[in-house]
């Protein structure tokens, strides 16, 4: 119902995710999201087959991790074939090779101290990458973040509204007119300030979010569902 609403307005669903274009091509189809759409945490911003990129390719990220192998424990999907990349992340074998085709960014399972991930943050930064913490994985990419390519996206008068629970997610809520932390399973708090907040968890969160921001901005509801 709030998507048929939104696309009745004519207000666009731009999806701003972590995973690869692969992956989010297969989603998207079964959602029929023609809209431009970011991946790999900004890395890059897909229009039709027209793309602007943030980060640098997943082969420079490669040859910068080269020199910093014999210091650090860790193990990346380039190390591994899908097979274990299905353990890691209990996807099945072609959401494996999905989320495999990456071209801005390296997953790392880090198998060293938490004092040595710190030294290899900074290591990291030096060589003009970045790193991302999320979930299992500690994320390797060139300098961009969920919130640099939504100045690209931005136009005059038109607010945009960006929604997200975890950590990679704080630079696109900061980024928007409107941030909203959906609230995360478990005991995980997002630390984010002047940002609303749902009660509600996932893709029930998210709905009882737009609802609201839909009703205050005055949306109609769509005639679809009026009947």
């Known amino acids: 119902p709030v998507l048929d609403r939104m696309d009745e307005a004519g207000i666009p669903l731009i999806v701003n995710t972590s995973k690869t274009r692969a992956e989010w091509l297969a989603l998207r189809g079964e959602l029929g999201n023609l809209e431009p759409y970011i991946i790999e945490n900004g890395s890059a911003i897909y229009d039709g087959e027209e793309v602007q990129t943030f980060g640098v390719s997943r082969v420079e990220i490669l040859e910068s991790l080269k020199s910093l192998r014999p210091k650090f424990k860790f193990k990346g999907y380039s ?12 996807l099945e074998r072609q959401s494996a090779e999905r989320s495999a085709d990456r071209h801005f960014s390296e997953p790392l399972v880090w198998q060293d101290s938490l004092e040595k991930e710190e030294e290899f943050c900074e290591l990291v930064k030096e060589r003009g990458l970045t790193t991302l913490r999320g979930g299992r994985f500690l994320h390797v990419l060139g300098q ?26 704080l630079a696109m809520l900061e980024a928007a007119d ?18 609303l907040r749902s009660t509600e968890t996932g893709p029930r969160g998210w709905a009882e979010m737009m609802t609201q921001i839909l009703d205050q901005f005055q949306i109609p509801y769509s005639t679809i569902n009026n009947g």
């Not at 409107?178 to 940002?195: C, N, R, S, T």
């Open 178 to 195: 409107i941030g909203v932390v959906i609230k995360a399973p478990g005991d995980y708090i997002l630390e984010a300030v002047d940002m």
């Open 144 to 169: 961009t973040d969920k919130g640099k390519p939504l100045e690209h996206l931005r136009k005059e008068n038109v607010a945009i509204i960006s929604l997200g629970d975890r950590p990679n997610d």
């Open 79 to 90: 190390d591994v074939g899908v097979p274990e990349i299905m353990q890691w992340t209990g």
